[in-house]
């Protein structure tokens, strides 16, 4: 019993009820009280209590019929049931109830009161304090696979926790590799959706005629092939989820045709008429910046709006390098299990060269990393030279930032990139990777460190 707890007195006698006050205004409890059922119900119906104490005969409703309905309303509140007119039948019928405890009027023992009061609000405390407990350890086992632990993971986390438990639709943004799909299905497997089917969809990877039929779906005959009336991929997530990859590669007609599926929650087959009802669940992903999409009239503004009710940024991995060696450690683990070998251990160094990359292909890139690494590496101990040596370095990936970055910035990056290519050439040799740059080892060595130190 604190400062500030509330109780909530329930009983048509004006002197019980004053008595309850002053007996609980030492201890500077909040005391609410109500002279009828319908009042107290209302009360609880507003607000919460850490105790409710019912009298068992009010004017309008039997004390038992109003614990049910407490035991409805606010669960987990414990309830004192008070009387006059107690019987041994009716304690245990209220015991039965949930009732906490049974007390007949008059308190002759004010001590035993006051003790049984502070019993009460304690127990309340201990059991939604478990409940909540119980709610955070299945929280964080809601999402095995996705792994992070810097503030902008456990964002993530966050919001599709909370997107698991309504039914909005679900934007998730991020580059290519972040694990915007893994997301999508972590959500539809915490929601009540589970039992449905996840169904995913590339819209980048269809041309426009064909993701139109296979989203839809399309009756026989409305084009060469159509032997058979089909159902899309709406019909076929049906009390489900469904998950639209690249959906900023769909073009403007595709767009119209998803808006009006979203409002309507129908489709109409390609070539049909009638409208097909569908219940189901959308999460869309792009690598692009949809609200600039929209500005170049690429991307309908009604579609965004319908969309982007709850949206995940996934930050790309070389903004959460500090998860780079758990990730690391994880896929190193379970490629060695599933290949029955035995567990491979990463070195500081190879370490220190998993923080030295910026992971142009992200999570992905990395996973392909380690899958090679615990194919190729002989042994136990992952060195970095290991991890340099299986490195696939993508010239196109940088190309495509250099031209989006001022002179100096493109400069910097080119330097910065060729500079690990050539050392990686020449494995690790520092006086022949200068050699052939042409520079003073000396100069490639310091380079190299404030390339290395800035990562």
């Known amino acids: 019993m604190h400062p500030g707890d509330k109780v909530l007195v329930i009983d048509d006698e004006p ?17 609410d009280t109500a002279a009828t059922a319908e009042e107290g119900l209302n009360i609880l119906e507003h607000g ?11 004017p309008d409703a039997d004390g038992i019929c109003v614990l049910k309905r407490i035991r409805e309303c606010a669960v987990h509140t414990p309830v004192i049931i008070i009387t006059a007119y107690g019987t041994v039948g009716i304690a245990v019928e209220a015991m039965k109830l949930g009732a906490f405890d049974f007390l007949s009027k008059p308190f002759e023992d004010q001590e035993k009161l006051l003790l049984t009061i502070r019993n009460a609000i304690h127990q309340g405390k201990l059991q939604r304090e478990n409940i ?14 996705i792994i992070g632990q810097t503030p902008a993971m456990k964002r993530v986390l966050e919001l599709a926790r909370r997107a698991a438990e309504v039914e909005s639709t679900v ?47 399309y009756e026989k ?19 489900g989820t469904l998950f639209l990859d690249e ?7 595709l767009q119209a045709r998803l808006l009006r599926a979203i409002q309507e929650k129908s489709v109409v087959r390609v070539g049909g008429t009638q409208a097909h009802y569908v219940d189901v669940r959308l999460i869309t992903a792009t690598n692009k910046d949809l609200r600039q999409e ?19 940024e996934i930050p790309p991995l070389r903004e959460r390098k500090e998860d780079i060696p758990l990730l690391a450690t994880n896929f190193i683990y379970r490629f060695c299990r599933d290949t029955k070998q035995k567990p491979k251990r990463l070195d500081a160094s190879a370490i220190q060269a998993l923080l030295n990359h910026d992971w142009p292909g992200n999570v ?28 696939t370095f993508l010239r196109t990936d940088m190309e495509g930032a250099l031209f989006e970055r001022p002179l100096q910035e493109a400069r910097y990056m080119f330097e910065k990139e060729y500079f690990r290519f050539v050392l990686k050439k020449f494995g690790g040799n520092v006086r022949k990777a200068a050699a052939h740059a042409s520079i003073h080892p000396a100069t490639f060595y310091r380079r190299l460190k404030e390339y290395t130190r800035e990562s």
């Open 247 to 253: 959906i900023g590669d769909a073009s403007l007609p």
């Open 171 to 217: 934007l998730i943004q991020g580059e290519s590799g972040t694990g915007k799909e893994l997301v999508a299905r972590a959500i539809h497997a915490a929601s009540p959706r589970n039992r449905g089917p996840f169904l995913a969809l590339d819209c980048a990877a269809l041309p426009e005629s064909l993701l139109e039929s296979t989203l839809f779906g």
């Open 15 to 31: 002197f019980s009820r004053e008595y309850f006050r002053r007996l609980l205004q030492p201890a500077k409890l909040k005391v």
């Open 294 to 312: 929209v500005v170049a009239r690429r991307f309908r503004k009604d579609l965004f709006y319908r969309i982007n009710v709850i949206s995940i």
């Open 48 to 58: 919460s209590y850490d105790l409710v104490i019912l009298d068992l005969r009010l």
């Open 364 to 391: 992905r890139e990395l996973q392909n990393l380690m899958e090679r690494v615990v194919a190729l590496v002989p042994g136990e101990l992952v060195t970095g030279k290991d991890i340099v040596e299986n490195m």
């Open 132 to 145: 909540s407990l119980r709610k955070q350890v299945r929280r964080e086992a809601l999402f095995p696979e």
């Open 221 to 239: 005959g409305s084009f060469t092939g159509a032997v058979k009336t089909t159902k899309g991929y709406f019909e076929e997530a049906h009390q």
